[in-house]
């Protein structure tokens, strides 16, 4: 039998590669537990194409 979890799978985009202006869209794919935070991930990550370290936000 499979596990019935809050565990959910979530994509997260760079906010500011859209105001640069430049090609293409950074996103990394990550999990969180949607009990423990029902609000959307904010995180920071590194953004390849910027080459520096980015607000990324959860998208649906």
């Not at 950074?26 to 520096?52: G, W």
């Amino acid at each position: 039998m499979a596990k019935k979890g809050n565990r959910v799978q979530v994509i997260l985009e760079c906010t500011e590669h859209n105001e640069s202006g430049q090609r293409g869209t950074s996103r990394y794919i990550t999990t969180k537990n949607k009990k423990n935070t029902p609000d959307r991930l904010e995180i920071k990550k590194f953004n390849p194409i910027l080459k520096r370290m980015t607000i990324h936000k959860e998208i649906k």
